[in-house]
């Protein structure tokens, strides 16, 4: 895991500077996740702004790690997900993709998110869910979505994630429209 944050330091993709930490071209600061839990129970039935928030944000993100580090579009996903595990989303891992269906499946065991969200009926993760969307849209390089299909929260052993183009899901699908409609 520390592997990433060596490669990150050596390519100046992230800096500590004058109160400021810069990590690939983006200002981020640390915060405690209590914040971002408070966020979601303060939204309550308009959460899902936290991803589509969370969507616009990780598409600039994932561009520039594209573009500053001059690396194949695909190679984006493996450098986000170990980006996320390293600043403590959780241990997260791409167990599917085909790029040819334009898909990809998530796992995050451990997520900070549904872990200090607590016991929910609803998956709950919705800030990396926004990540994982805006990495299928720059991969892909096409408009994606994500959902959460199992969650710590609602008492599963991981959070899985499915990603794919936003036309393709069933909208039908009550998961599908809490967590995109």
Known sequence: ????F???????????????IILLEQNVSIIPLEYLINLHKTLGVNENLLYKSAKVMGFNWFTNMYKSFKIDRHDVLDW???ILSVAGWGDIKVVKIDRTKKVYQVEAHNSSEALAYGKSDLPKDHFIRGCFAAGG???FDTACD???KN????GDKFCEFIVKPTDTFDKTDP???NQLF
């Open 137 to 139: 849209t720059v991969i």
């Open 1 to 4: 895991m520390l592997d990433i």
């Open 175 to 177: 998961l599908v429209k």
């Open 146 to 148: 994500c959902v959460e």
């Open 80 to 82: 986000g997900v170990k």
């Open 151 to 154: 969650c710590i929260a609602k």
């Open 6 to 20: 060596s490669k990150l330091l050596l390519h100046k993709k992230l800096k500590f500077e004058k109160g400021q």
